[in-house]
């Protein structure tokens, strides 16, 4: 079954203590993006990457990294998570530009 | 710059009535439009697409058109379930290139 796997799917930490989001895709999709979804800003692009080693920045990228070694995983790092990043956390996948994103079922985050 | 603006919600329906919810959009160029749903707890999945103008997409009883015009690709239903109660993200893309742009999302709920 053609699917995104996100995990943790819920994730609860302290300011600080550095954390790793997991994403995999079994599609052998070229493209993987990370978002945020907040009440009234809907959807916001955190990183994106078009191929292995090909990563960039989206619309919200700080506080966050991505690495993207292997085509079917791609992580989300928060190196020193703060309260403003308390969110839903989506991965994506799709296979070429202007087709549909595949998402994952969402990593909701708390930092305290 | 690009951007997608849709009605703000929520939309409370009663069971078998009809439905719009209204996008519009602003891009330089010409791009594919989308809408996508999030049903309670899960990540977004595609209900219909559209690439090119007077285009329509449809899905599950679901329908928008691409209107050009206007700048527009508002959603319709003709009578509603309550299985339908989610979250409805208006989106559009450009081949070409890898980003894609959402609304804020608008939260329908439907009464029995």
Known sequence: EAQVTQNPRYL??????????????????????WYRQDPGLGLRQIYYSMNVEVTDKGDVPEGYKVSRKEKRNFPLILESPSPNQTSLYFCASRRTAAEKLFFGSGTQLSVL | GDSVTQMEGPVTLSEEAFLTINCTYTATGYPSLFWYVQYPGEGLQLLLKATKADDKGSNKGFEATYRKETTSFHLEKGSVQVSDSAVYFCALSFSGTYKYIFGTGTRLKVLA
């Open chain 1, 12 to 33: 609860i930490t302290v300011t600080g203590k550095k954390l790793t989001v997991t994403c995999s895709q079994n599609m052998n999709h070229e493209y993987m993006s």
